[in-house]
């Protein structure tokens, strides 16, 4: 492992551990960026599935009594996104995953950057349950499809009045879920070699560590900042995405 190779490893387990404690997603998106430079596609994509997992865990105990408190609106998102993971995998013999990311990529930038420039955000005040369902099956499908299950969701949840522990106990476990699951069929295809695991040994410290401090940050947050933070997260997510497609 060189300097060269160790640096970037930290850095990218540092920003997405960051992200991750701070916004409740974009281990990903932002931890990619640096992996994909120094290792094979499916192998930065197995360590990242399981960082994500390992943050989540220090989120979802941030909001473990909204989540309690809300477990019916939970269910509408994730039940209907299970339902919806297969069909994404249906959809990769007919699309490209990277033609699909970079469509996705070219939305949140247009989402993004339409509302962070807003001078008011608007609340969806009203119940969905069916529209919640109908986003949470097209996560499920983006999720198959593009490992993106997270993006519709969170700018759903970024449009809803909710205080922000709601809001996060929406869409944290939900990742979590999913990055578990994915974490577990790398497993079972034996992705995670001796050599994965001495990255992991590496990584897993750094984005817990900085998984604390995006949580500090969170805590600090108001309701409404960080309503404005996902949406932004939303708007740089896009241009990340769509950087790393087309460079990669």
Not at 107 to 114: D, E, P, S
Not at 147 to 175: D, H, I, Y
Request: overall charge positive.
């Amino acid at each position: 492992m060189t300097l060269h190779f160790l640096m970037l490893l930290v850095l990218g387990a540092a920003l997405g551990g960051f992200m991750n404690g701070l916004a409740g997603f974009g281990t990903a998106l932002f931890a990619l960026g640096f992996w994909l430079q120094i290792m094979p596609p499916v192998q930065a994509v197995s360590i990242v599935a399981l960082m994500a997992f390992t943050a989540g865990i220090q989120g979802i105990w941030l909001v473990r009594r909204s989540i309690l408190n809300q477990p019916a609106r939970l269910a509408r998102f994730l039940l209907p996104a299970l339902a919806g993971v297969p069909f994404g995998v249906a959809l990769l013999t007919i699309v490209q995953p990277n033609v699909l990311k970079l469509v996705i990529a070219g939305f949140l930038i247009l989402y993004g950057g339409f509302f962070t420039f807003r001078a008011a955000l608007p609340k969806l005040e009203r119940s969905t349950p069916i529209i919640d369902g109908a986003v949470g099956f097209l996560s499920g499908i983006m999720g198959g499809a593009a490992s993106l299950s997270g993006a519709l969701l969170t700018m759903w949840c970024a449009l809803r009045p909710w205080p922000k522990a709601e809001t996060r106990a929406v869409f944290q476990p939900f990742n979590l879920t999913v990055t578990g699951i994915t974490s577990l069929v790398f497993a079972i295809k034996g992705s995670y070699t001796l050599e994965s695991l001495s990255y992991i040994a590496v990584a897993l410290p750094v984005v817990m560590v900085f998984a604390q401090i995006g949580i500090a940050v969170f805590k600090r947050l108001t309701d409404d900042q960080f309503r404005r933070l996902l949406i932004g997260m939303m708007f740089v997510s896009g241009i990340v995405l769509m950087v790393r497609e087309l460079a990669f």
